[in-house]
T-cell receptor, first 112, second 112 residues
Framework: GDSVTQMEGPVTLSEEAFLTINCTYT??????LFWYVQYPGEGLQLLLK?????DKGSNKGFEATYRKETTSFHLEKGSVQVSDSAVYFC???????????FGKGTRLSVIA | DSGVTQTPKHLITATGQRVTLRCSPR?????VYWYQQSLDQGLQFLIQ???????AKGNILERFSAQQFPDLHSELNLSSLELGDSALYFC???????????FGEGSRLTVL
């Protein structure tokens, strides 16, 4: 079945460090890809998305590029802040109104 | 604030009991999704409704049921509760944009 695999956490970084969270997927068709973020005590919220190969999604300094050849959608940020501490979920959707399939999440802690 | 409201926020009950979780979607959103988040299983899709009709079913146990009412709010019923049902239950709603879900803050269920 369709699935998403994320790097195991937790990830701990110092403020202003470079962040990469790896995400790879398995899908029978051509999915849309998403990153969601969950701040402490809150629900998930959409961070960025890409709907076709080579698309780059970006938001709040985060970016991810849809790589069909490596079936990957790695999340990157050049300089993390303490306020970026959260759990990050990679997800895919195969068609318009189908449920999202989520990875297990990666917890990021940024220390000052 | 995502616009999705879930009640109750916290619920403590005993094994064998039955509980109902309620979700009010964002104004105008026709789709409602239920997800279960636990430490070991990550975020698991349970069920989706669209305008009152069941649209997709995921890993939902037979002890669990859901429905979406004419005013579009949804309820998730969990019965014969077991210790392993302790989790955070999220409701999400969406409009027409594929994959863009708006999550509530969740209902934390503790079964003792």
């Amino acid at each position: 079945g369709d699935s998403v695999t994320q790097m195991e956490g937790p990830v701990t970084l110092s403020e202003e460090a470079f962040l990469t969270i790896n995400c790879t997927y398995t899908a029978t068709g051509y999915p849309s890809l998403f990153w969601y973020v969950q701040y402490p005590g809150e629900g998930l919220q959409l961070l960025l998305k890409a709907t076709k190969a080579d698309d780059k999604g970006s938001n709040k300094g985060f970016e991810a590029t849809y790589r069909k050849e490596t079936t990957s959608f790695h999340l990157e940020k050049g300089s993390v802040q303490v306020s970026d501490s959260a759990v990050y979920f990679c997800a895919l959707s195969l068609s318009g109104n189908t449920p999202l399939v989520f990875g297990k999440g990666t917890r990021l802690s940024v220390i000052a | 604030d995502s616009g999705v409201t879930q009640t109750p926020k916290h619920l403590i009950t005993a094994t064998g009991q039955r509980v109902t979780l309620r979700c009010s979607p964002r104004s105008g959103d026709l789709s409602v999704y239920w997800y279960q988040q636990s430490l070991d299983q990550g975020l698991q899709f349970l069920i989706q409704y669209y305008n009152g009709e069941e649209r997709a079913k995921g890993n939902i146990l037979e002890r669990f049921s859901a429905q979406q009412f004419p005013d579009l709010h949804s309820e998730l019923n969990l019965s014969s509760l077991e210790l392993g049902d302790s989790a955070l239950y999220f409701c999400a709603s969406s409009a027409a944009v594929p994959g863009e879900l708006f999550f509530g803050e969740g209902s934390r269920l503790t079964v003792l």
